[in-house]
């Protein structure tokens, strides 16, 4: 059951701490894809390990290349898709930020709405988002991705754990139910 402080705004200095966070992401990843896009050829590749090279590629769909080859309308879509759940989990920060037991929840919303944003502001500069991690094993590549990826996926799985912990019977702070 929900009270009124669960769904009251954060204060301003505790949400504004959790934003500066997801600014934080996106100025790693686009100083990184600035990097790699000032040291690389298109499709260029440079072995780092022996399962991890460096490799310039633009992905112009989403995760995967879902939809890479669907002919210029994605590109839209997913900047609209975006920024509607960077809008939404802004919203859902402001309400759980400074909440005991939510930090999982802010740290998973955070990350998303940071690497999201970090690939929207790809897709208006290049038409594609810029991937240049690729990692490989067995003559097997794992399609390239980029930090902000990164930071969506570690993002989710914080959001698919605080939604299990509280599936669980779990308060928000951890504590089982008494």
Not at 40 to 62: D, H, I, K, M, W
Not at 70 to 83: K, T
Not at 162 to 169: A, C, I, M, P, V
Request: proline share 4%.
């Amino acid at each position: 059951m929900t009270t009124a402080q669960d769904d009251a705004p954060a204060p301003a200095a505790v949400w504004l701490k959790w934003l500066a966070v997801a600014v934080a992401v996106i100025v790693l990843d686009q100083a990184s894809k600035l990097w790699v896009l000032d040291l690389f050829a298109l499709g260029e590749s440079r072995p780092v390990t022996g399962f991890f090279n460096l490799v310039l590629v633009y992905n112009p769909g989403a995760a995967f290349s879902f939809l890479a080859a669907a002919g210029g309308w994605q590109r839209w879509f997913f900047v609209v898709l975006a920024a509607a759940v960077s809008l939404w989990m802004g919203t859902m920060l402001r309400r759980h930020a400074g909440q005991p037991g939510h930090r999982g929840l802010c740290w998973g919303l955070t990350l998303v709405m940071g690497g999201a944003i970090g690939n929207v502001i790809d897709r208006f500069a290049y038409g594609a988002v810029v991937d240049f991690l690729d990692v490989h094993a067995l003559g097997w590549h794992w399609p390239a991705f980029n930090l902000a990826d990164s930071a969506i996926c570690l993002g989710v799985a914080l959001l698919a754990w605080h939604e299990l912990r509280q599936g669980k019977g779990e308060k928000p702070d951890g504590r089982g139910q008494s």
